[in-house]
């Protein structure tokens, strides 16, 4: 029990940061399934909620099969991130050194896909990371991507 509390606590003050959420852009089927829904890859996008004028596009597989589509399929951990300046930069706030900007089920229970944004504050740069966690063991699998920032200085905290 005193595992599960301190993981109880980091969970609910997580659910109260600033998270996008994402609308899917498009999919591809990559195995035919004859009587079950197909497996994918999902591409999904979501705009940066402190940061305005950076969209981020995250591609993951989606397994299908009768599982994957009541929702108790695992997802694999395999995914793309790539970020982009899509309008003018500006900033809602000054920007902690690294944040959580997105997660999402990849999983019926305890699997997430998560992107954090770093401050690279030497090259003036936002630093986009995608990853994969688990209660008990994450994945090494990861992809990055990064956004210059050029005419003004991102603000810390």
Do not use: W
């Not at 109880?8 to 959420?21: F, I, K, Y």
């Not at 399934?33 to 940066?48: C, G, T, Y």
């Not at 991130?81 to 990849?106: D, N, T, Y």
Request: aromatic letters at 8%; hydrophobic letters at 40%; one cysteine or more.
């Amino acid at each position: 029990m005193t595992l599960l509390r301190p993981l109880l606590l980091a969970a609910s003050l997580c659910s109260l940061l600033p998270q996008a959420r994402a609308e899917e852009v498009g999919k591809v089927s990559t195995t035919f399934r004859l009587l079950s829904p197909n497996d994918k890859v999902v591409v999904e996008a979501f705009d940066d909620p402190s940061v305005a004028g950076v969209a981020c596009y995250v591609s993951r597989a989606q397994t299908g099969g009768y599982s994957g589509a009541v929702g108790l399929a695992k997802d694999p951990s395999r995914f793309s991130v790539a970020c982009r300046q899509i309008g003018s930069i500006s900033f809602a706030k000054p920007l902690p050194k690294q944040e959580e900007v997105f997660k999402e089920s990849a999983s019926f229970i305890f699997k997430h896909v998560r992107v954090v944004r770093i401050v690279d504050a030497r090259r003036n740069t936002l630093v986009y990371l995608t990853y994969s966690d688990k209660l008990v063991d994450g994945s090494p699998d990861n992809a990055v991507t990064a956004v210059p920032v050029s005419g003004q200085n991102i603000p810390q905290k």
